[in-house]
């Protein structure tokens, strides 16, 4: 009997409630895990209004469903789905567009996050994250690498897009207001509508001033050349300022919130059990695929949902056309058909490709840039902290799981 078959035998009101309580929880979810051993995948009822959707839990099914265009983000905007502030459904949103619209404007960005380009960044990430840390340890232990682990790729993303550095503390600030949606709601609203304004105004001002010499550097200056390029062509399609104010904000949210969540949890980890961080400090070459290891074992929590425009088989299940699919990418990372003993940790097992940045179309496109600031950042810690420890002993630590990645709230630390 399929998955589909059981499940229609029940009535909405006997599903599961999803998220469960561990669903944002950086340590394996024993929900999902039950859930997976049974099956690949469940209906259950969907957050504050209790949608009945598809939650898929192996690896195989989410990978064909992601990159299925029969799929669409911008359908699921018709139910008003239930998401974390950090998602804030907006139209205008790479996030929330189908191709071509997505494709569309993802072109534009394409070119700024090229591997070369963000290899050419690595030195100044790299130098970001020394500065950080000799400023903790020049103020004493114990200290807080969970400043290190927001602050990093907040000033990198600003960086790219050509924040002012005066600038920087209130983009930090407004930008934290979204993912705290859940205290204090008015607040995220408030933060919101001084972020669009912000970056309305940068891109205006980056494109009344482009860069003199004539060749784009900053990410927003290459965007707008090539969307001017996009313009100037006979069958040109080129972005509306609404829908360039909305790329700058996605981008920049995108770009250090999950980040500095994989971070905090990475750092974390390695030092509740120090033997992982020993490892590497004994043999810095294991970093590259102790890095793809770290980052299957700390996925983003979830993707957006996604709704079926027609019946598709995915195997073992049918999704019926109008019906919402929701992938928790912690469940993917820990599927046991694809990743042996698949809780444990260990640095040095063979990379699989995983769905820690998603798959298909809505891929991150900030995945490299993402795999640099965390590698980076190890490699500041193991080479100036060696004997770096938790202050605090782990299990006393507090999590912070309404976030779009649950995390300690602080990382006490001493070396």
Not at 21 to 40: I, K, N, Q, V, Y
Not at 97 to 120: K, Q, S, W, Y
Not at 197 to 209: D, P, Q, S, T
């Amino acid at each position: 009997m399929s998955v589909t078959e059981t499940v229609r035998t029940e009535s909405d009101q006997d599903l599961p409630s999803f998220p469960f309580p561990d669903t944002f929880s950086p340590h394996p979810s024993g929900h999902l895990a039950e859930l997976a051993r049974a099956a690949p995948a469940h209906r259950v009822r969907f957050g504050p209004g209790q949608v009945p959707i598809w939650l898929v839990v192996r690896y195989a099914p989410a990978r064909a469903m992601l990159a299925d265009p029969r799929f669409s983000r911008t359908r699921t905007l018709a139910f008003n789905p239930p998401l974390t502030a950090g998602q804030i459904p907006d139209p205008n949103s790479l996030l929330w567009l189908d191709p071509p619209a997505h494709t569309r404007i993802r072109r534009l960005v394409n070119a700024g996050f090229a591997h070369r380009r963000i290899e050419r960044m690595r030195a100044g990430i790299a130098a970001t994250a020394r500065a950080r840390i000799d400023a903790m340890i020049a103020q004493g232990a114990p200290g807080d690498l969970r400043d290190l682990a927001f602050h990093l790729p907040i000033e990198v993303i600003c960086e790219l897009l050509g924040v002012p550095d005066l600038d920087r503390e209130k983009i930090r600030t407004w930008s934290a207001s979204l993912f705290r949606f859940h205290l204090d709601p008015q607040g995220a609203a408030a933060g919101l509508g001084a972020l669009y304004g912000y970056l309305g105004e940068l891109v205006r001002a980056r494109r009344a001033a482009p860069p003199a010499d004539g060749e784009p550097t900053g990410l927003l200056d290459v965007i707008l050349a090539a969307n001017d390029e996009q313009a100037a062509a006979a069958d040109g399609d080129p972005l509306t300022d609404a829908e360039l104010h909305s790329l700058a904000m996605t981008l920049l949210i995108g770009g250090f919130e999950t980040t500095g969540g994989v971070i905090s949890n990475v750092i974390t980890t390695l030092l509740t059990d120090r033997s992982h961080w020993e490892s590497l400090v004994a043999d810095r070459a294991q970093l590259p695929t102790a890095v793809e290891e770290l980052l299957r074992y700390h996925p983003l929590s979830m993707t957006f949902p996604r709704v079926a425009t027609e019946d598709v088989d995915l195997g073992g299940f049918v999704v019926r056309a109008g019906e919402v699919v929701v992938v928790p990418l912690a469940a993917m990372s820990r599927d046991p058909e694809v990743f042996a003993d698949p809780d444990r940790l260990d640095l040095t097992r063979e990379p699989v490709t995983n769905l820690t940045f998603g798959h298909g179309p809505h891929h991150c496109i900030g995945a490299h840039l993402a795999r640099v600031e965390l590698t980076e950042t190890l490699a500041a810690l193991l080479d100036k902290l060696p004997e770096l420890r938790l202050a605090v002993p782990a299990d006393e630590l507090n999590y912070e799981l309404k976030a779009p990645i649950g995390r300690p709230e602080t990382l006490p630390v001493r070396w």
